[in-house]
């Protein structure tokens, strides 16, 4: 492969084989970029810009809460709201005027911590693609991951990237999706089970739901 950079990651993260590989990716990545915006990215010009202009999401207001720079984030949310107090300088007067208001609005609320993670995730569901066409060892350790279901989605709009190899791809892509569905399934059954008054003494394990969130919805 060429990608050797972009390789690395993807390799460590197959070889944890500690559920969804892609996940551990994108968390590792938005750990990094959601540190940028509580450091460096705080006062340069073009990322307040950017800020300005689309604010960040529910889950990354969040996440930058969560950080130990308040000040950095209240500078730049204070920042956002004069933005958006320009754009909301003239009272709309009927329903045309509010529906042009409104998507006014709408085209300045994005986020962007997500935009930052999309394009590089896409390369990413590429190169795991690509990997599976050109590198020896990858399919084993592809077949046995736990995918999360939505990206499992991404891999599966990746597969053109699998040369080949396609079908042998998908094959384990699918399989090992349902296989961890029925596992999930299972366990949710059991844990319901122990509910039934004729199982008295049953103990749920505690990670039966989390484990069936993080399948479902992922990290």
């Not at 450091?39 to 300005?52: K, L, Q, Y």
């Not at 956002?80 to 006014?104: C, F, G, I, Q």
């Not at 569901?125 to 066409?133: H, K």
């Not at 396609?166 to 059991?190: I, P, Q, V, W």
Request: charged share 25%.
């Amino acid at each position: 492969m060429q990608y050797q950079i972009q390789t690395a990651p993807i390799w460590d993260a197959y070889k944890a084989n500690d559920g969804c590989p892609l996940c551990a990716i994108y968390k590792a990545r938005e750990s990094r970029i959601v540190g940028q915006y509580l450091a460096e990215n705080v006062m340069d010009p073009d990322f307040r810009v950017a800020v300005n202009t689309h604010g960040f999401c529910p889950e990354h207001t969040r996440a930058l809460f969560d950080g130990q720079n308040k000040l950095g984030l209240a500078l730049q949310i204070e920042t956002r709201s004069h933005a958006l107090l320009e754009l909301l300088a003239k009272t709309p007067t009927d329903k045309k005027s509010a529906a042009k208001l409104a998507a006014t609005i709408d085209a300045h609320r994005g986020c962007v911590i997500c935009d930052a993670l999309a394009e590089p995730m896409e390369r990413y569901y590429m190169t795991v693609a690509e990997m599976y066409d050109n590198e020896s060892d990858f399919p084993e350790l592809f077949k046995s991951a736990h995918h999360c279901l939505g990206h499992s989605v991404k891999l599966l709009y990746a597969s053109k990237f699998a040369g080949k190899k396609t079908a042998g791809y998908l094959n384990a892509l699918t399989c090992g999706l349902r296989r961890d569905l029925k596992k999930s399934e299972t366990e949710l059954r059991n844990f319901a089970d122990c509910f039934d008054f004729r199982n008295a003494g049953s103990k749920p394990d505690p990670e039966t739901i989390p484990n069936a969130i993080k399948l479902l919805i992922g990290y």
